[in-house]
């Protein structure tokens, strides 16, 4: 180790360059959907030891800046699928979306990596302080420019049922930090020094994925009786139960697997939602209290137009509710308004509750600096979208009260659920994922959903127009799915919350930010310590 981290450290010039790339496509690979954990493991280390040949933070903040270049150039190489949905008139943008994209990204690593270099110290304070900073770097991109928190490191772990558990106690931000410090830890075997300090750091390491599978273990047992499985008929069966379906209700989940490409197209509008309709009404449709049906899966006003209230009353079980997404807008004697909604419609087609989606996506329904940026947004019409006040609640029919999230509403931790509000029984995810086909995109956003359903206690139902749809369990058990371009149905009992909220959807998003931020101090005052007693050159 000592030799391979000398000559890492020794490298300069346009090789140091292209490793620091390169390192950044490996870390990409742990994530989902290739789950390569591996990658992960070595990129860390060797970041570590790239860090420690850099003589001054702007250095290191360019060396973070290739890095991250190269890590979300891997990592949301997906966005150029959306391009191609109208190759003729955006696909040329496709290597300035994605190297555009993966450059902005990429100053949040390059100011971890800079701020971290002021407090470089020999020693194991180093990898402290790199963990807080690289933490505290992802929370700040999930609020900067409207933020885009889209998938953290803490995602390594998401096949590992156990060690995501953590993310109820500390959500994937502290997930993040603490992933952080056990993968650079290795990193330490290749410093100066005596052995059983060396390999102390990888023991150190092996203890502490070890605790933190152990303490994964633990709460998965803790909530033994309330965790469960869905049986074949899709209900929800506790592990210890008698057989009987322990749903709150139970859900009819439609996904048609229209292609982007066609869903807009004016000649196939009718025909599109009779397709949802003919898809809901299939048998067993009064054995469900909803039906539920993706983000604008209706592409006319629901608001306005009493035909297409009409036309969709035949997919609603007697006494029960549709659930579907649909744009809203302002009536044609008031000034032009549309807004991404989600509708709740009674069995006779009124309107029981409306959400409109607040975070809006960027270049995809509204354009930032629109007035001075020559290009027009993704989606149909030239009208930008308006945002809704934020979340909410809402109570309709015979649900329980959820909590509705439109599309990448739900990437953004402790902001799924209203503040100050009754707390909700579940949250619904409606989503049209058909922009990114069999990309990485929609693997990464279902697994995203997945960490809010365990941060906040609560089962997440997700609808997609193509997939994945389906439901995640309040302890992040998945249910069957239905997979890309797969039409179908799916009926499935919606598990009830835990009989505890979990600690992160009772502290939210400041507690981790918070550790990260203690975790970089303590890094700094190990690292001043270490320097007093014994100030060890890492050359």
């Known amino acids: 180790m000592l030799t391979l981290a000398h000559r890492v450290r020794a490298l300069r010039g346009w090789r140091a360059h292209a490793l620091a790339v390169g390192l950044g496509l490996l870390s990409a690979l742990a994530l989902p959907p290739v789950h390569g954990l591996p990658a992960l493991i070595v990129a860390l280390p060797l970041l570590v030891w790239r860090l420690d040949a850099t003589r001054s933070p702007w250095r290191a903040a360019g060396l973070g800046w290739l890095f991250g270049l190269g890590h979300f150039a891997g990592m949301t190489h997906w966005v150029s699928a959306a391009l191609l949905v109208d190759a003729a008139r955006t696909g040329w943008m496709v290597p300035f979306a994605v190297?555009?994209?993966?450059?902005?990204?990429?100053?949040?690593?390059?100011?971890?990596?800079?701020?971290?270099?002021?407090?470089?110290?020999?020693?194991?304070?180093?990898v402290l302080v790199l963990a807080g900073a690289w933490t505290a770097a992802e929370a700040l991109r999930g609020w900067i420019l409207t933020g885009f928190p889209w998938a953290p490191i803490g995602m390594v772990w998401m096949p590992l049922d156990a060690m995501i558990q953590v993310s109820a106690f500390v959500g994937v931000t502290g997930l993040s930090l603490l992933t952080m410090v056990l993968l650079a830890l290795p990193a330490l075997a290749g410093d100066p020094g005596p052995r059983p300090y060396r390999y102390g750091a990888v023991a150190a390491a092996v203890l502490l994925f070890a605790a933190l599978m152990?303490?994964?273990?633990?709460r998965l047992e803790a909530y033994a009786d309330e965790d469960g499985t869905w049986a074949e008929d899709g209900t929800w069966r506790l592990v210890g139960g008698d057989g009987t379906d322990e749903g709150m209700f139970r859900a009819r989940l439609v996904q048609p697997a229209i292609p982007?490409?066609?869903?807009?197209?004016?000649?196939?509008?009718?025909?599109?939602?009779?397709?949802?309709?003919?898809?809901?009404?299939?048998?067993?449709?009064?054995?469900v209290d909803a039906v539920i049906w993706g983000e604008t899966a209706v592409p006319f006003a629901l608001n306005l137009d009493d035909g297409a209230r009409r036309a969709v009353q035949p997919a609603i079980p007697g006494g029960g509710v549709l659930i579907a997404g649909s744009v809203r807008r302002t009536p044609a004697e008031a000034p032009l308004q549309i807004w991404n909604s989600l509708f709740a419609l009674d069995d006779q087609g009124r309107i029981m509750g409306v959400y409109d989606k607040a975070h809006l996506v960027p270049f995809g329904e509204y354009m930032p600096a629109g007035d001075i940026l020559p290009l027009k947004k993704l989606t149909v019409g030239s009208t930008d979208f308006t945002p809704g006040p934020g979340?909410?609640?809402?109570?309709?029919?015979?649900?329980?009260?959820?909590?509705?999230?439109?599309?990448y509403e739900v990437i953004f931790p402790g902001r799924v659920v209203a503040p100050g509000t009754p707390r909700p029984e579940w949250m619904l995810n409606?989503?049209?994922?058909?922009?990114?086909?069999?990309?990485?995109?929609?693997?990464?956003?279902?697994?995203?959903?997945?960490?809010?359903?365990?941060?906040?206690?609560?089962?997440?139902?997700?609808?997609?127009n193509t997939g994945i749809s389906g439901v995640v369990?309040?302890?992040?058990?998945?249910?069957?799915?239905?997979?890309?371009?797969?039409?179908?149905?799916?009926?499935?009992?919606?598990?009830?919350?835990?009989?505890?909220?979990?600690?992160?959807?009772?502290?939210?998003?400041g507690f981790p930010v918070g550790l990260a931020l203690f975790c970089a101090a303590l890094g700094i005052v190990l690292g001043r310590e270490k320097r007093a007693k014994s100030p060890v050159s890492l050359d």
Request: hydrophobic letters at 45%; proline letters at 9%; charged letters at 15%.
């Open 391 to 407: 979340p909410r609640t809402l109570d309709v029919g015979r649900l329980p009260p959820f909590s509705p999230l439109i599309c």
């Open 260 to 287: 982007q490409a066609l869903k807009w197209d004016a000649a196939r509008m009718v025909d599109n939602v009779r397709h949802y309709v003919n898809l809901s009404a299939r048998p067993g449709l009064e054995a």
């Open 430 to 464: 409606l989503t049209n994922d058909g922009w990114y086909g069999h990309s990485a995109g929609p693997y990464q956003h279902f697994q995203i959903a997945r960490l809010r359903a365990l941060e906040e206690g609560l089962s997440l139902v997700r609808v997609a």
């Open 99 to 126: 190297l555009g994209m993966a450059a902005g990204l990429a100053v949040f690593p390059a100011l971890a990596l800079g701020l971290a270099r002021l407090a470089w110290r020999p020693g194991v304070g180093r």
């Open 473 to 509: 369990s309040p302890l992040g058990r998945v249910s069957p799915v239905l997979g890309l371009d797969v039409e179908g149905i799916l009926d499935l009992s919606v598990p009830p919350p835990l009989s505890q909220v979990p600690l992160y959807g009772r502290l939210g998003e």
């Open 214 to 218: 152990g303490a994964g273990q633990a």
